[in-house]
């Protein structure tokens, strides 16, 4: 539709019926407008899968890899495919607007959602989220870029007032955000947090850089409940409030708009944008049929075992999970998107394990082996079509003549996460299926609406009129005699019962308004009760319904635990009696999620132990490290190899296989800097104080902070960039600098591949100026290509370096400039390994 087409529509909508379209019409969707053709625009949560509208377990999703594993390709064009999924998906789904990508930085290893992020770079975050975007809209479904801007913690993230110079924030956070906007995003979502005095949703920079400098012609939508004002906001470049039906705006902006407190002319600006965003996504049809819901989703009926027998296939935690008419070619995209993603940290002739040498078998450890992590937490989650732990993923893979040994271990402390009740240990109590029976009661007790479940967490249940209880019921079956912990999370008046005695019963008021822990995560409250295996119990838990207090319902279960020392003796056992043992180390659940930071980046308890005690029993040990950030890794430089694999997606079983197998090669490269202690990080601050989180760092962040530091302080365990492959690789010599169209340079770097198989190697360039009269990080990465070649093969990468990382911003010029002189380029594969050298001479005027 043309912007004249859209002018016509916007005429004909008088000043109520503007006003009532910038508010949601409910958590997920906008309002229609049948006057001019506008249907609900319906939304969902990012980046790793497409939930849908909705939180019910019932409805699956592709589960991509975690986004820090999409920032460690350095494949735009894979990344552009993997937004085509996404696309895909929405589209399935009836969403009409992916919230993501996340843009905000790397700048804290302990930041909750650096899973969440692609990279502590600017410039590999902006080309990556860019790809994401072209991907995704490529499919007439609109991308967010978020979170606009330099929201990069988690600690007080809806007050907390981030303070940095205008340098800062343009050559590091507004970078990637700039970089979405040159990639035709749709919209950009304001964040929580202030920057410097100001909330995102009032604050200037909505209106410049983004809507002038730049140029964005799309809508500016709020995280949810991040419009806080009326007048404020709604004279701010803030197009729409979201969620609905209530809010600040509404009625509030309808009388500031009448009494002329609000100019007419800026609510006019929001409506032809959300126009705009409706012709493009296909919801804007002048003369069509009424509005309608956008779709109309069916629970998955695969989703759970039919037979209400608890056999060892249905209690096996590792079985793949779902719906199995998934498309062969999702599969394979999401599987070989984890392989190239995953990131060989160490190798010590130990990768990749030939198959015919494993007369022993292979012995498979770590409690993560089983039952891995393959998301982060908080509003990015998504209920997976299945999950391909690593143990199955390697015996599907070695088959039934390699022996496959599996000890858990010792089990780490979950950090406060605990596992949903489902259908390993539950039954609902009326079907005898698998899992929980969800009811919803009015004030007498009687039941409004009643529905089966597959697990205990029960996050957006029906509230039917007349609401005032949400139950949950299951007849738990224990396999282990001894003493269980029952877990109930939410709000308000709690109460849990077994055969009928109360374990909890209290009110739990909200110690936070974050929308995270409200209606995501709330947190448990457990009690402890001595259970005998074989001997099923009935269990129910309620909550009470308050305003203020959401309507998640999460029922918990956790067996006890097995004793360390004989679990830990038996893993050791296993490792010694094997040809290979392949440790599954990682984070748990109460770790590495939207709504906090962490504190630490030690591995949840005994983990570390365990690794120690097999690397000291088989030399030949693979210590996989499943987690989304920086963790750190004493064992490191004992271990035979060291492989990570990030948060993998639902596929990420099947792609460990291949790349333990030589069937695929670890592709990824570090998209961040990799510290070997905590206390060794160069910037870890994440808590205000007095509300205040000053960037102190400014300009150097990442490897620019530990470069800054130099020789006098610790060197990381991993630099940005580092990752091994399963060949080897020569960097030969760096060609002259060609000038390109736009100001910019093409740099030819010629590398040899001087391994036994065919590789793939990623070409970094950096860019320093240590004379340089402005301060400047000590260097900085300008531009990366990537290179394949078969054995003894060389071959030439074409590196292009934009003319902006030739330019710093100027303060005083209010505007990007460049200081006349010569530039050194330096060339390699990580930014602690660049050895080759060359210049760009840069002109007056340029």
Same mark, same amino acid.
């Given at each position: 539709?043309?912007?004249?087409?859209?002018?016509?529509?916007?005429?004909?909508?008088?000043?109520?019926?503007?006003?009532?379209?910038?508010?949601?019409?409910?958590?997920?969707?906008?309002?229609?407008?049948?006057?001019?053709?506008?249907?609900?625009?319906?939304?969902?949560?990012?980046?790793?899968?497409?939930?849908?509208?909705?939180?019910?377990?019932?409805?699956?999703?592709?589960?991509?890899?975690?986004?820090?594993?999409?920032?460690?390709?350095?494949?735009?064009?894979?990344?552009?495919?993997?937004?085509?999924?996404?696309?895909?998906?929405?589209?399935?789904?009836?969403?009409?607007?992916?919230?993501?990508?996340?843009?905000?930085?790397?700048?804290?290893?302990?930041?909750?959602?650096?899973?969440?992020?692609?990279?502590?770079?600017?410039?590999?975050?902006?080309?990556?989220?860019?790809?994401?975007?072209?991907?995704?809209?490529?499919?007439?479904?609109?991308?967010?870029?978020?979170?606009?801007?330099?929201?990069?913690?988690?600690?007080?993230?809806?007050?907390?007032?981030?303070?940095?110079?205008?340098?800062?924030?343009?050559?590091?956070?507004?970078?990637?955000?700039?970089?979405?906007?040159?990639?035709?995003?749709?919209?950009?979502?304001?964040?929580?947090?202030?920057?410097?005095?100001?909330?995102?949703?009032?604050?200037?920079?909505?209106?410049?850089?983004?809507?002038?400098?730049?140029?964005?012609?799309?809508?500016?939508?709020?995280?949810?409940?991040?419009?806080?004002?009326?007048?404020?906001?709604?004279?701010?470049?803030?197009?729409?409030?979201?969620?609905?039906?209530?809010?600040?705006?509404?009625?509030?902006?309808?009388?500031?708009?009448?009494?002329?407190?609000?100019?007419?002319?800026?609510?006019?600006?929001?409506?032809?944008?959300?126009?705009?965003?409706?012709?493009?996504?296909?919801?804007?049809?002048?003369?069509?049929?009424?509005?309608?819901?956008?779709?109309?989703?069916?629970?998955?009926?695969?989703?759970?075992?039919?037979?209400?027998?608890?056999?060892?296939?249905?209690?096996?935690?590792?079985?793949?999970?779902?719906?199995?008419?998934?498309?062969? $070619? =999702?599969?394979?995209? @999401? %599987?070989? *998107?984890?392989? +190239?993603?995953? #990131?060989?940290?160490?190798?010590? /002739?130990?990768? &990749?394990?030939?198959?015919?040498?494993?007369?022993?078998?292979?012995?498979?450890?770590?409690?993560?082996?089983?039952?891995?992590?393959?998301?982060?937490?908080?509003?990015?989650?998504?209920?997976?079509?299945?999950?391909?732990?690593?143990?199955?993923?390697?015996?599907? $893979? =070695?088959?039934?003549? @390699? %022996?496959? *040994?599996?000890? +858990?271990?010792? #089990?780490?402390?979950?950090?406060? /996460?605990?596992? &949903?009740?489902?259908?390993?240990?539950?039954?609902?109590?009326?079907?005898?299926?698998?899992?929980?029976?969800?009811?919803?009661?009015?004030?007498?007790?009687?039941?409004?609406?009643?529905?089966?479940?597959?697990?205990?967490?029960?996050?957006?249940?029906?509230?039917?009129?007349?609401?005032?209880? @949400?139950?949950? *019921?299951?007849?738990?079956?224990?396999?282990?005699?001894?003493?269980?912990?029952?877990?109930?999370?939410?709000?308000?008046?709690?109460?849990?019962?077994?055969?009928?005695?109360?374990?909890?019963?209290?009110?739990?008021?909200?110690?936070?308004?974050?929308?995270?822990?409200?209606?995501?995560?709330?947190?448990?409250?457990?009690?402890?009760?001595?259970?005998?295996?074989?001997?099923?119990?009935?269990?129910? *838990?309620?909550?009470?319904?308050?305003?203020?207090?959401?309507?998640?319902?999460?029922?918990?279960?956790?067996?006890?635990?097995?004793?360390?020392?004989?679990?830990?003796?038996?893993?050791?056992?296993?490792?010694?009696?094997?040809?290979?043992?392949?440790?599954?180390?990682?984070?748990?659940?109460?770790?590495?999620?939207?709504?906090?930071?962490?504190?630490?980046?030690?591995?949840?308890?005994?983990?570390?132990?365990?690794?120690?005690?097999?690397?000291?029993?088989?030399?030949?040990?693979?210590?996989?490290?499943?987690?989304?950030?920086?963790?750190?890794?004493?064992?490191?430089?004992?271990?035979?190899?060291?492989?990570?694999?990030?948060?993998?997606?639902?596929?990420?079983?099947?792609?460990?296989?291949?790349?333990?197998?030589?069937?695929?090669?670890?592709?990824?490269?570090?998209?961040?800097?990799?510290?070997?202690?905590?206390?060794?990080?160069?910037?870890?601050?994440?808590?205000?104080?007095?509300?205040?989180?000053?960037?102190?760092?400014?300009?150097?962040?990442?490897?620019?902070?530990?470069?800054?530091?130099?020789?006098?302080?610790?060197?990381?365990?991993?630099?940005?960039?580092?990752?091994?492959?399963?060949?080897?690789?020569?960097?030969?010599?760096?060609?002259?600098?060609?000038?390109?169209?736009?100001?910019?340079?093409?740099?030819?770097?010629?590398?040899?591949?001087?391994?036994?198989?065919?590789?793939?190697?990623?070409?970094?360039?950096?860019?320093?100026?240590?004379?340089?009269?402005?301060?400047?990080?000590?260097?900085?990465?300008?531009?990366?290509?990537?290179?394949?070649?078969?054995?003894?093969?060389?071959?030439?990468?074409?590196?292009?370096?934009?003319?902006?990382?030739?330019?710093?911003?100027?303060?005083?010029?209010?505007?990007?400039?460049?200081?006349?002189?010569?530039?050194?380029?330096?060339?390699?594969?990580?930014?602690?390994?660049?050895?080759?050298?060359?210049?760009?001479?840069?002109?007056?005027?340029?």
């Amino acid at each position: 539709m043309r912007d004249g087409d859209v002018e016509l529509l916007l005429d004909k909508l008088d000043p109520e019926q503007r006003v009532r379209l910038l508010t949601g019409a409910d958590t997920w969707r906008t309002r229609p407008e049948p006057d001019v053709g506008l249907r609900e625009i319906v939304f969902s949560d990012g980046p790793a899968g497409v939930r849908g509208p909705g939180w019910d377990e019932r409805f699956t999703s592709a589960l991509l890899p975690s986004p820090t594993a999409l920032g460690a390709l350095w494949d735009e064009d894979r990344v552009r495919r993997l937004g085509e999924l996404l696309g895909d998906e929405a589209r399935r789904k009836g969403v009409h607007v992916v919230l993501a990508p996340t843009l905000n930085l790397h700048r804290s290893p302990l930041a909750g959602r650096h899973f969440e992020c692609f990279s502590e770079d600017p410039l590999l975050a902006g080309r990556t989220g860019a790809a994401l975007i072209r991907g995704v809209q490529s499919r007439g479904v609109a991308a967010t870029a978020k979170h606009y801007v330099a929201n990069d913690s988690e600690t007080e993230r809806l007050t907390v007032d981030v303070r940095l110079d205008e340098r800062v924030l343009r050559e590091l956070y507004l970078a990637p955000f700039e970089a979405a906007v040159q990639a035709g995003v749709w919209l950009v979502m304001s964040a929580y947090n202030k920057v410097n005095g100001v909330t995102m949703s009032e604050s200037s920079l909505l209106a410049h850089p983004l809507k002038g400098e730049w140029g964005f012609d799309g809508v500016v939508v709020s995280d949810w409940g991040g419009v806080r004002s009326t007048v404020a906001s709604a004279v701010a470049a803030q197009d729409l409030a979201m969620p609905g039906p209530r809010g600040p705006w509404g009625e509030a902006l309808r009388d500031a708009l009448a009494s002329g407190r609000v100019p007419a002319e800026a609510v006019e600006d929001k409506v032809r944008r959300l126009l705009r965003l409706a012709s493009r996504v296909g919801t804007l049809v002048p003369g069509g049929n009424p509005p309608a819901r956008a779709s109309t989703l069916v629970p998955d009926p695969a989703r759970v075992p039919p037979s209400g027998r608890l056999d060892a296939s249905e209690s096996a935690p590792t079985a793949v999970r779902g719906d199995a008419s998934a498309p062969d $070619a =999702l599969r394979r995209e @999401v %599987r070989g *998107a984890a392989a +190239a993603s995953f #990131v060989l940290l160490e190798n010590r /002739g130990v990768l &990749p394990l030939d198959k015919g040498a494993l007369g022993r078998g292979v012995a498979v450890t770590g409690v993560h082996a089983d039952e891995p992590r393959v998301q982060g937490g908080g509003s990015s989650e998504v209920f997976p079509q299945r999950v391909v732990s690593p143990l199955d993923g390697l015996r599907s $893979a =070695l088959g039934p003549h @390699v %022996r496959v *040994a599996y000890e +858990a271990g010792p #089990v780490p402390e979950s950090g406060g /996460g605990q596992v &949903p009740l489902g259908a390993r240990y539950a039954r609902d109590p009326e079907s005898g299926a698998p899992g929980v029976r969800l009811r919803v009661l009015d004030a007498d007790g009687a039941v409004l609406c009643s529905a089966h479940q597959p697990s205990g967490r029960v996050l957006e249940p029906e509230l039917p009129p007349g609401a005032h209880t @949400v139950e949950l *019921a299951a007849v738990l079956h224990p396999d282990t005699s001894g003493t269980w912990t029952l877990g109930l999370g939410g709000f308000g008046a709690l109460r849990l019962s077994v055969d009928g005695t109360a374990l909890l019963d209290g009110v739990f008021p909200p110690e936070t308004a974050d929308p995270a822990v409200i209606h995501v995560r709330p947190p448990q409250h457990t009690a402890r009760i001595a259970l005998t295996a074989g001997r099923p119990v009935r269990v129910v *838990a309620r909550r009470e319904l308050a305003s203020g207090t959401g309507r998640a319902t999460v029922l918990t279960a956790a067996p006890p635990l097995p004793g360390r020392a004989e679990a830990l003796a038996a893993a050791v056992s296993a490792a010694r009696a094997a040809d290979v043992a392949v440790v599954v180390v990682g984070t748990t659940e109460g770790g590495e999620s939207e709504g906090f930071d962490r504190t630490s980046l030690r591995l949840p308890s005994l983990q570390d132990e365990l690794v120690a005690e097999i690397v000291r029993a088989n030399p030949r040990t693979v210590v996989v490290v499943n987690s989304g950030g920086p963790v750190e890794l004493p064992w490191r430089e004992a271990a035979g190899a060291v492989l990570l694999t990030w948060f993998p997606g639902q596929e990420g079983g099947h792609a460990l296989a291949d790349v333990l197998l030589g069937r695929a090669e670890p592709g990824g490269r570090l998209p961040t800097t990799w510290p070997a202690t905590l206390a060794d990080a160069p910037v870890r601050t994440t808590r205000p104080t007095d509300g205040r989180l000053p960037y102190e760092e400014g300009l150097h962040t990442g490897h620019r902070a530990w470069l800054r530091r130099g020789a006098a302080g610790p060197a990381p365990a991993y630099w940005f960039g580092h990752g091994l492959g399963y060949t080897t690789w020569e960097f030969e010599r760096l060609g002259a600098p060609e000038p390109t169209p736009g100001g910019g340079y093409e740099v030819p770097v010629i590398l040899h591949n001087t391994g036994t198989r065919r590789g793939r190697e990623v070409v970094q360039l950096h860019l320093t100026r240590p004379d340089s009269a402005i301060e400047r990080p000590v260097r900085w990465l300008a531009g990366w290509a990537s290179a394949e070649a078969e054995p003894g093969e060389r071959v030439t990468a074409y590196v292009r370096i934009p003319a902006r990382a030739l330019q710093h911003w100027s303060p005083q010029a209010g505007g990007w400039t460049a200081e006349p002189g010569r530039f050194t380029v330096l060339a390699g594969r990580s930014a602690g390994d660049l050895p080759l050298r060359g210049v760009i001479e840069v002109g007056a005027g340029f």
